[in-house]
């Protein structure tokens, strides 16, 4: 499978422009996914057939001008997805993956997937685009979670362990 490039969009880079010129920075908030393949153009402001957004869950700046981002997308949504877009305040739409011959994954129903992917913005000034997150770091928010599961298996370990030790 080849990997699938980003297109960042004209859209985004009028933003980027503007903002630069105030010194404020687009900030990534989510992530949508969508249902269409096809061979993205600059042309685009939101995805063909977009199935759902999700804030991003955790971030970080590698370098200058490459950006890794966290993603649980859950809830009821299913579906194969075959288009991502990379969402910036004030809904502008910076980056749309997709390949017309290829599926990116699936999305099921009632099932949270983890989204982790790296964002090369070489081609855009440095420090120009940031990462608005939900929580301040995936790992922290992903060890809670793990310790609620850890704890729910030792209680269901000793409820099946109880009667055994009663005797």
Request: glycine share 6%.
């Amino acid at each position: 499978m080849t990997p699938l490039v980003p297109v960042i969009q004209q859209a985004a880079l009028s933003a980027i422009q503007r903002a630069d010129a105030t010194g404020i920075a687009l900030q990534i908030t989510h992530i949508a996914i969508g249902t269409t393949a096809y061979a993205p153009t600059q042309g685009h402001t939101a995805l063909k057939t977009e199935l759902a957004r999700y804030r991003i869950a955790s971030g970080n700046r590698l370098s200058p001008t490459l950006l890794h981002m966290d993603v649980l997308a859950d809830g009821l949504v299913e579906g194969w997805v075959r288009e991502v877009g990379v969402i910036c305040n004030d809904n502008i739409l910076l980056a749309v993956w997709s390949h017309p011959d290829q599926v990116i994954g699936f999305k099921p129903a009632n099932q949270t997937l983890a989204i982790a992917f790296d964002l090369d913005l070489s081609v855009l000034p440095a420090g120009s685009v940031t990462i608005n997150t939900t929580a301040p770091n995936f790992n922290l928010a992903m060890a809670e979670h793990l310790s609620v599961q850890a704890a729910m298996s030792f209680y269901l370990a000793r409820l099946q362990l109880e009667p055994l030790l009663k005797h």
